[in-house]
Protein backbone atom coordinates (compact mmCIF):
# COMPACT_ATOMS: atom_id res chain seq x y z
CA UNK A 1 0.00 0.00 0.00
CA UNK A 2 1.35 3.78 -1.23
CA UNK A 3 2.64 5.83 1.73
CA UNK A 4 0.82 9.23 2.39
CA UNK A 5 2.90 11.45 0.13
CA UNK A 6 4.12 14.60 2.00
CA UNK A 7 5.85 17.26 -0.50
CA UNK A 8 8.14 19.86 1.05
CA UNK A 9 8.71 22.65 -0.83
CA UNK A 10 12.25 23.90 -0.99
CA UNK A 11 13.20 27.49 -1.76
CA UNK A 12 16.75 29.05 -2.36
CA UNK A 13 18.50 29.43 0.66
CA UNK A 14 16.02 27.83 2.84
CA UNK A 15 16.47 27.58 6.55
CA UNK A 16 17.97 24.36 7.70
CA UNK A 17 16.42 23.39 10.69
CA UNK A 18 13.03 23.86 9.29
CA UNK A 19 13.86 21.26 6.49
CA UNK A 20 15.03 19.12 8.88
CA UNK A 21 12.42 18.61 11.03
CA UNK A 22 9.88 17.20 8.26
CA UNK A 23 12.72 15.22 7.22
CA UNK A 24 13.50 13.74 11.03
CA UNK A 25 9.40 13.56 11.38
CA UNK A 26 8.13 12.28 8.14
CA UNK A 27 11.29 11.37 5.85
CA UNK A 28 12.96 8.94 8.33
CA UNK A 29 11.66 5.15 8.13
CA UNK A 30 9.54 4.54 10.55
CA UNK A 31 7.71 1.16 9.33
CA UNK A 32 8.41 -0.42 12.52
CA UNK A 33 5.98 1.49 13.92
CA UNK A 34 3.32 1.54 11.77
CA UNK A 35 3.16 0.58 7.88
CA UNK A 36 2.75 1.90 5.65
CA UNK A 37 4.55 5.27 6.56
CA UNK A 38 4.70 8.56 4.94
CA UNK A 39 6.68 9.30 1.88
CA UNK A 40 8.69 12.39 1.36
CA UNK A 41 9.41 14.05 -1.52
CA UNK A 42 11.33 17.37 -1.32
CA UNK A 43 10.00 19.78 -4.40
CA UNK A 44 12.42 21.89 -6.18
CA UNK A 45 10.78 25.52 -6.20
CA UNK A 46 13.27 26.54 -8.91
CA UNK A 47 15.22 24.47 -10.92
CA UNK A 48 18.36 23.45 -8.95
CA UNK A 49 20.83 23.38 -6.84
CA UNK A 50 19.56 25.29 -4.18
CA UNK A 51 21.18 26.97 -1.36
CA UNK A 52 20.97 25.87 2.15
CA UNK A 53 20.98 28.59 4.63
CA UNK A 54 24.70 28.19 6.51
CA UNK A 55 26.06 26.74 3.45
CA UNK A 56 25.88 23.51 1.36
CA UNK A 57 23.39 22.90 -1.42
CA UNK A 58 20.62 21.02 -2.49
CA UNK A 59 19.21 19.37 -5.94
CA UNK A 60 16.11 17.98 -4.91
CA UNK A 61 14.90 15.03 -7.64
CA UNK A 62 11.20 16.60 -7.38
CA UNK A 63 9.13 19.25 -8.74
CA UNK A 64 6.02 21.63 -8.00
CA UNK A 65 4.17 19.33 -10.27
CA UNK A 66 4.65 16.54 -8.15
CA UNK A 67 4.07 18.66 -5.44
CA UNK A 68 0.48 19.68 -6.49
CA UNK A 69 -0.21 15.94 -6.18
CA UNK A 70 0.68 15.28 -2.53
CA UNK A 71 -1.45 14.53 0.06
CA UNK A 72 0.18 16.74 2.81
CA UNK A 73 1.93 19.65 1.23
CA UNK A 74 4.82 21.43 3.65
CA UNK A 75 6.40 24.67 3.44
CA UNK A 76 8.92 25.67 5.65
CA UNK A 77 10.63 28.82 6.79
CA UNK A 78 11.63 31.48 4.13
CA UNK A 79 14.63 33.12 3.51
CA UNK A 80 13.61 36.75 4.00
CA UNK A 81 13.53 37.76 0.17
CA UNK A 82 10.87 35.25 -0.45
CA UNK A 83 9.20 36.07 2.18
CA UNK A 84 8.04 39.24 0.97
CA UNK A 85 8.25 38.36 -2.84
CA UNK A 86 6.72 34.66 -2.55
CA UNK A 87 7.33 33.16 -5.88
CA UNK A 88 4.28 33.08 -8.35
CA UNK A 89 4.53 29.47 -9.22
CA UNK A 90 4.80 28.45 -5.50
CA UNK A 91 1.74 30.53 -4.93
CA UNK A 92 0.14 28.61 -7.53
CA UNK A 93 0.85 25.30 -7.03
CA UNK A 94 -0.54 25.87 -3.47
CA UNK A 95 -4.11 27.16 -4.98
CA UNK A 96 -3.94 23.92 -7.39
CA UNK A 97 -3.27 21.60 -4.52
CA UNK A 98 -5.39 23.06 -1.91
CA UNK A 99 -8.21 22.74 -4.62
CA UNK A 100 -7.36 19.03 -5.28
CA UNK A 101 -7.47 18.13 -1.46
CA UNK A 102 -4.10 18.74 -0.69
CA UNK A 103 -3.69 19.56 2.96
CA UNK A 104 -1.33 22.70 2.97
CA UNK A 105 1.33 23.38 6.34
CA UNK A 106 3.35 26.18 6.86
CA UNK A 107 6.51 25.94 9.37
CA UNK A 108 7.23 29.50 10.82
CA UNK A 109 7.26 31.62 7.82
CA UNK A 110 6.27 29.39 5.42
CA UNK A 111 2.71 31.26 6.15
CA UNK A 112 3.22 34.16 4.18
CA UNK A 113 3.04 31.87 1.06
CA UNK A 114 0.29 30.19 2.35
CA UNK A 115 -1.47 33.65 3.07
CA UNK A 116 -0.30 35.08 -0.43
CA UNK A 117 -2.21 31.71 -2.16
CA UNK A 118 -5.52 33.61 -0.37
CA UNK A 119 -5.89 29.98 1.89
CA UNK A 120 -5.59 31.81 5.14
CA UNK A 121 -7.92 34.19 4.81
CA UNK A 122 -10.88 34.61 7.20
CA UNK A 123 -8.39 31.69 8.90
CA UNK A 124 -6.94 31.57 12.54
CA UNK A 125 -3.20 31.22 11.98
CA UNK A 126 0.09 31.32 13.49
CA UNK A 127 3.72 32.78 12.49
CA UNK A 128 7.23 33.21 13.90
CA UNK A 129 6.24 36.36 17.09
CA UNK A 130 9.20 38.46 15.44
CA UNK A 131 7.31 38.26 11.86
CA UNK A 132 4.07 39.02 13.50
CA UNK A 133 3.83 42.81 12.98
CA UNK A 134 4.74 42.77 9.63
CA UNK A 135 2.52 39.53 8.53
CA UNK A 136 -0.25 41.67 10.30
CA UNK A 137 0.18 44.40 8.18
CA UNK A 138 0.76 42.73 4.67
CA UNK A 139 -2.70 39.82 4.98
CA UNK A 140 -4.94 41.85 7.35
CA UNK A 141 -7.51 39.23 5.92
CA UNK A 142 -5.75 36.46 8.16
CA UNK A 143 -6.59 35.76 11.77
CA UNK A 144 -3.60 36.23 13.24
CA UNK A 145 -2.41 35.08 16.69
CA UNK A 146 0.94 34.72 17.41
CA UNK A 147 0.95 33.76 20.97
CA UNK A 148 0.43 30.13 20.01
CA UNK A 149 2.62 27.34 19.33
CA UNK A 150 0.69 26.12 15.93
CA UNK A 151 -2.66 26.65 14.76
CA UNK A 152 -4.83 23.42 13.20
CA UNK A 153 -7.53 24.51 10.87
CA UNK A 154 -8.24 21.20 9.17
CA UNK A 155 -6.77 20.91 6.23
CA UNK A 156 -4.90 24.38 6.48
CA UNK A 157 -2.00 24.73 9.36
CA UNK A 158 0.15 26.77 10.42
CA UNK A 159 2.84 26.86 13.05
CA UNK A 160 5.55 29.22 14.98
CA UNK A 161 9.34 28.70 14.33
CA UNK A 162 12.01 26.53 15.10
CA UNK A 163 10.85 24.23 17.88
CA UNK A 164 7.21 24.67 17.12
CA UNK A 165 8.03 23.33 13.75
CA UNK A 166 8.39 19.69 15.62
CA UNK A 167 5.24 20.29 17.68
CA UNK A 168 3.35 20.89 14.53
CA UNK A 169 4.78 17.97 12.87
CA UNK A 170 4.47 15.10 15.50
CA UNK A 171 0.71 16.80 15.81
CA UNK A 172 0.14 15.53 11.99
CA UNK A 173 1.46 12.26 13.05
CA UNK A 174 -1.25 12.15 15.81
CA UNK A 175 -3.71 12.98 13.86
CA UNK A 176 -3.16 10.57 11.08
CA UNK A 177 -1.40 7.75 13.57
CA UNK A 178 -3.17 8.52 16.70
CA UNK A 179 -1.49 9.46 20.01
CA UNK A 180 0.01 5.87 20.68
CA UNK A 181 2.18 6.55 17.62
CA UNK A 182 3.25 10.22 17.64
CA UNK A 183 4.49 9.23 20.83
CA UNK A 184 6.82 6.85 19.67
CA UNK A 185 8.20 9.08 17.41
CA UNK A 186 8.38 11.67 19.62
CA UNK A 187 10.68 9.54 22.05
CA UNK A 188 12.87 8.40 19.59
CA UNK A 189 13.68 11.99 18.55
CA UNK A 190 13.65 12.39 22.51
CA UNK A 191 11.41 15.40 22.36
CA UNK A 192 8.16 15.90 24.40
CA UNK A 193 5.43 13.77 23.21
CA UNK A 194 2.68 16.61 23.18
CA UNK A 195 3.32 20.25 23.45
CA UNK A 196 -0.86 21.35 22.79
CA UNK A 197 -1.15 24.49 20.06
CA UNK A 198 -2.36 27.01 22.73
CA UNK A 199 0.79 26.71 24.74
CA UNK A 200 2.88 30.31 24.72
CA UNK A 201 5.42 30.43 21.92
CA UNK A 202 7.05 33.20 23.63
CA UNK A 203 6.49 33.33 27.42
CA UNK A 204 7.43 36.04 29.76
CA UNK A 205 10.72 36.06 31.21
CA UNK A 206 11.25 33.33 33.78
CA UNK A 207 10.78 34.25 37.56
CA UNK A 208 14.01 35.57 39.37
CA UNK A 209 15.84 32.91 41.12
CA UNK A 210 14.04 30.16 39.85
CA UNK A 211 16.11 27.86 37.36
CA UNK A 212 15.23 27.30 33.78
CA UNK A 213 14.09 23.25 34.26
CA UNK A 214 13.13 23.59 37.55
CA UNK A 215 9.45 22.57 36.00
CA UNK A 216 11.06 19.07 34.23
CA UNK A 217 11.10 16.62 36.99
CA UNK A 218 8.05 17.60 38.56
CA UNK A 219 6.31 17.20 35.31
CA UNK A 220 7.48 13.58 34.16
CA UNK A 221 7.02 12.83 37.95
CA UNK A 222 3.26 13.92 37.09
CA UNK A 223 3.42 12.02 33.66
CA UNK A 224 4.31 8.37 36.10
CA UNK A 225 1.24 9.09 38.00
CA UNK A 226 -1.68 10.02 36.72
CA UNK A 227 -3.86 7.61 38.06
CA UNK A 228 -3.16 9.10 41.32
CA UNK A 229 -4.96 12.09 42.76
CA UNK A 230 -2.41 15.19 41.79
CA UNK A 231 -2.77 18.65 43.09
CA UNK A 232 -1.22 22.06 42.13
CA UNK A 233 0.60 21.63 46.19
CA UNK A 234 2.02 18.20 44.91
CA UNK A 235 3.71 19.27 42.21
CA UNK A 236 5.04 21.91 43.99
CA UNK A 237 6.50 20.18 46.25
CA UNK A 238 8.31 17.72 43.11
CA UNK A 239 9.57 21.12 42.03
CA UNK A 240 11.12 22.47 45.22
CA UNK A 241 8.87 25.77 45.26
CA UNK A 242 5.94 27.19 46.73
CA UNK A 243 2.54 26.45 45.04
CA UNK A 244 2.02 30.11 44.20
CA UNK A 245 5.79 30.41 42.88
CA UNK A 246 5.56 27.52 41.22
CA UNK A 247 1.77 28.33 39.13
CA UNK A 248 3.30 31.30 38.54
CA UNK A 249 6.20 30.01 37.21
CA UNK A 250 4.23 27.01 35.60
CA UNK A 251 1.55 29.65 33.33
CA UNK A 252 5.05 31.48 32.52
CA UNK A 253 6.47 28.65 30.97
CA UNK A 254 3.82 26.65 29.64
CA UNK A 255 1.04 29.11 28.97
CA UNK A 256 -1.39 27.34 30.92
CA UNK A 257 -2.60 26.47 34.73
CA UNK A 258 -1.35 23.20 35.94
CA UNK A 259 -4.47 21.79 36.49
CA UNK A 260 -5.32 22.59 32.89
CA UNK A 261 -2.11 20.60 32.17
CA UNK A 262 -2.88 17.95 34.22
CA UNK A 263 -6.20 17.42 32.35
CA UNK A 264 -4.54 17.46 29.14
CA UNK A 265 -2.39 14.96 29.90
CA UNK A 266 -4.75 12.20 31.19
CA UNK A 267 -6.81 12.96 28.19
CA UNK A 268 -3.91 12.38 26.24
CA UNK A 269 -3.52 9.14 27.90
CA UNK A 270 -7.28 8.20 27.21
CA UNK A 271 -6.69 8.52 23.86
CA UNK A 272 -3.60 6.34 23.58
CA UNK A 273 -5.29 3.75 25.54
CA UNK A 274 -8.69 3.57 23.57
CA UNK A 275 -6.25 3.03 20.34
CA UNK A 276 -3.91 0.58 21.77
CA UNK A 277 -5.76 -1.67 24.69
CA UNK A 278 -9.08 -2.70 24.52
CA UNK A 279 -10.15 -1.52 28.12
CA UNK A 280 -13.55 -0.63 29.32
CA UNK A 281 -14.00 2.95 29.21
CA UNK A 282 -14.32 2.59 33.27
CA UNK A 283 -11.22 0.81 33.86
CA UNK A 284 -9.85 3.59 31.32
CA UNK A 285 -10.67 6.25 33.97
CA UNK A 286 -9.22 4.46 36.61
CA UNK A 287 -5.99 4.36 34.78
CA UNK A 288 -5.98 7.80 34.10
CA UNK A 289 -7.01 9.51 36.88
CA UNK A 290 -10.34 10.27 36.19
CA UNK A 291 -12.03 8.01 38.92
CA UNK A 292 -15.37 7.08 36.41
CA UNK A 293 -16.32 6.90 33.01
CA UNK A 294 -18.52 9.82 33.58
CA UNK A 295 -15.85 12.30 34.68
CA UNK A 296 -13.74 11.00 31.53
CA UNK A 297 -16.64 11.19 29.05
CA UNK A 298 -17.45 15.17 30.35
CA UNK A 299 -13.68 16.15 30.42
CA UNK A 300 -12.34 13.55 27.14
CA UNK A 301 -15.11 15.33 25.45
CA UNK A 302 -14.55 18.79 26.11
CA UNK A 303 -10.42 18.28 24.94
CA UNK A 304 -11.35 16.11 22.12
CA UNK A 305 -14.96 17.29 20.92
CA UNK A 306 -16.00 13.67 20.56
CA UNK A 307 -16.72 11.08 23.37
CA UNK A 308 -14.56 8.04 23.90
CA UNK A 309 -16.80 5.52 22.24
CA UNK A 310 -16.81 7.87 19.54
CA UNK A 311 -13.00 8.42 19.31
CA UNK A 312 -12.12 4.70 19.78
CA UNK A 313 -15.05 3.26 16.67
CA UNK A 314 -13.53 6.11 14.50
CA UNK A 315 -9.74 5.46 15.04
CA UNK A 316 -10.14 1.31 14.99
CA UNK A 317 -12.50 1.89 11.62
CA UNK A 318 -10.05 3.88 10.23
CA UNK A 319 -7.06 1.62 11.27
CA UNK A 320 -8.86 -1.40 9.65
CA UNK A 321 -9.67 0.65 6.43
CA UNK A 322 -5.54 1.14 6.06
CA UNK A 323 -4.62 -2.37 6.60
CA UNK A 324 -4.27 -4.94 3.91
CA UNK A 325 -7.82 -6.75 3.66
CA UNK A 326 -5.51 -10.08 4.52
CA UNK A 327 -4.77 -8.31 7.70
CA UNK A 328 -7.81 -7.24 8.63
CA UNK A 329 -9.60 -10.10 10.64
CA UNK A 330 -6.31 -9.84 12.75
CA UNK A 331 -6.32 -6.25 13.36
CA UNK A 332 -7.73 -5.90 16.36
CA UNK A 333 -6.19 -9.49 17.73
CA UNK A 334 -3.93 -8.05 20.39
CA UNK A 335 -3.86 -4.72 22.19
CA UNK A 336 -0.94 -3.43 20.57
CA UNK A 337 -1.92 -3.82 16.94
CA UNK A 338 -3.99 -0.91 16.88
CA UNK A 339 -1.43 1.18 16.17
CA UNK A 340 0.35 -0.43 13.16
CA UNK A 341 -2.60 -0.66 11.28
CA UNK A 342 -3.30 3.01 11.60
CA UNK A 343 -4.59 5.36 8.87
CA UNK A 344 -1.89 7.03 7.02
CA UNK A 345 -4.51 8.97 4.15
CA UNK A 346 -4.17 12.07 6.35
CA UNK A 347 -7.43 11.96 7.85
CA UNK A 348 -7.91 13.23 10.96
CA UNK A 349 -7.79 10.31 14.23
Request: net charge neutral; glycine share 8%; charged share 20%.
Amino acid sequence: MAGHVVAVAVTDNLPIFELAVPQEVFGTDRRDITDPWYEMRMCAVTPGPLRLSGGGWLDPPYGLDDLVEADTVLVPALARATQVDPPADLVEALRVAYGRGSRIVGLCTGAYVMAAAGLLDGRRATTHWMNAQDFAARYPLVHLDPRVLYVDEGEVLTSAGTAAAIDLCLHLVRRDHGAAVAHEVARRMVVPPHRAGEHAQYPPPPVRGVPSDALSPALEWARNRLDQPLTVNDLAREANLSPRTFARRFRDTLGTTPLQWLLEQRVRLAQELLETTDDSVERIAHRTGFGTGANLRQHFGRVSGVSPRTYRHVFRYRAAAAAPPAARPAVWSTPDGQATAARSDGGAA
